[in-house]
């Protein structure tokens, strides 16, 4: 019996043993798969040709999510893997994507071809018309000269009344009697949608303008309908009309700059229209000085125009640019804050927000470089 017993004992131990040193083989075998699939990840996020500057044009337009995307980089040669280029999006939500023509390269990384689609100002127009977010009546009609439509034409239309109430019959719900205020500089902005429009041999600029306007009905109106059309406006409840809504959507548009701050750009304007603060944008002011590019001067800081929000209180009279949708959803779903101020850092081109002017005036002088303090 005692013989049995030792056996016995002797077999568990050895069994024991067995399994133990299974777990490290285990733990060993997880570590370098884990290693493996991280290593083949980041090859399949290197460039395909390192050595190939070549420019490759690609085309993205509206309503391409990163599965049509991937297929267009795939099919040009510019990925080397479609679910690797959907996983990489997964992994940074808050990139966003312009509709637009792009000029890329083999030799150029995930992330910087990630990076060239998600940047605003290096989208372009090619042989379709690309409208781009935030781009003004005057942008556009610059921009149209490389077609064959006349961009002379295309500003008579943006505000010809005869032209203006055809589409208000077409979209009642979109287009009302807002767009013939005295102040309005271009009836039709911000109502031409951004995306890529395929000009016809037959194509027409009162076609074209109104293929814009359709699809602007479109997505517009049923995301006005999902907002609380009651706003809080100098510390009374205001009913808010759709060109409302997109005058404050396309301030959003031109302040904006990452995905995931503009929640928080939207709650600081909705914050000051509550206060009856002047809303002191400078995409306003340099509307109201019909300037493209370039932050405003002093001088343009103090036109007279109902445009300039640091001259007037509340909403200039009419949006100052075309609008994606991104503007409308944050102003949609906008932050529930204190902020009144915000500011765009010129090293790392982060928001930093603050409640009151002294905080404001601190972050500042931390993250603008040369900025100089009021009153200085």
Do not use: C
């Amino acid at each position: 019996m005692r013989e049995d017993k030792i056996r016995r004992s002797r077999e568990l131990k050895k069994k024991n043993r067995k399994k133990k040193s299974i777990i490290p083989v285990i733990i060993t075998f997880f570590v370098v798969l884990g290693i493996v699939v991280l290593s083949l990840f980041y090859y399949m996020t290197t460039p395909v040709d390192k050595s190939n500057n070549k420019d490759i044009p690609v085309e993205i337009r509206e309503n391409y999510g990163s599965a049509k995307i991937a297929q267009e980089l795939k099919a040009k040669g510019l990925i080397k893997n479609e679910e690797v280029f959907k996983i990489y999006a997964r992994l940074h939500p808050n990139t966003s994507f312009y509709v637009g023509n792009f000029n890329l390269k083999q030799s150029m990384s995930l992330s910087q071809i990630m990076q060239e689609l998600g940047a605003k100002n290096k989208a372009s127009s090619g042989n379709s018309f690309a409208l781009i977010e935030g781009d003004s009546i005057i942008k556009i009609a610059k921009n149209l000269e490389k077609t064959k439509l006349s961009s002379d034409e295309f500003l008579e239309k943006v505000n010809n009344a005869e032209f203006i109430k055809k589409l208000q019959k077409q979209f009642p719900e979109l287009i009302t009697d807002d767009v013939y205020g005295k102040n309005i500089k271009y009836a039709l902005e911000g109502y031409l949608y951004p995306a890529i429009y395929d000009i016809s041999d037959n194509e027409t600029v009162e076609s074209l303008i109104t293929k814009m306007v359709k699809l602007t009905n479109e997505k517009v109106v049923p995301l006005y309908k999902k907002n609380n059309k009651t706003w809080k406006i100098n510390g009374q409840d205001k009913q808010i009309s759709i060109h409302d809504y997109m005058t404050m959507a396309s301030i959003l548009e031109k302040e904006s700059t990452k995905s995931d701050e503009n929640k928080l750009i939207a709650s600081v304007f909705l914050n000051r229209l509550a206060q009856g603060m002047k809303l002191q944008t400078d995409p306003s002011a340099n509307y109201a000085a019909d300037k493209l590019t370039g932050a405003p001067t002093q001088a343009e800081l103090s036109l007279n125009s109902p445009y300039n929000t640091y001259a007037v209180i509340g909403l200039p009279p009419g949006p100052i640019s075309s609008i994606g949708s991104a503007s409308y959803e944050a102003l949609n779903n906008a932050e529930n804050t204190d902020y009144l101020f915000f500011l765009h850092a010129t090293k790392d081109g982060k928001a930093y927000f603050s409640k009151t002017y002294p905080e404001h005036e601190k972050l500042a002088k931390e993250h603008i470089e040369g900025y100089i303090p009021a009153g200085s």
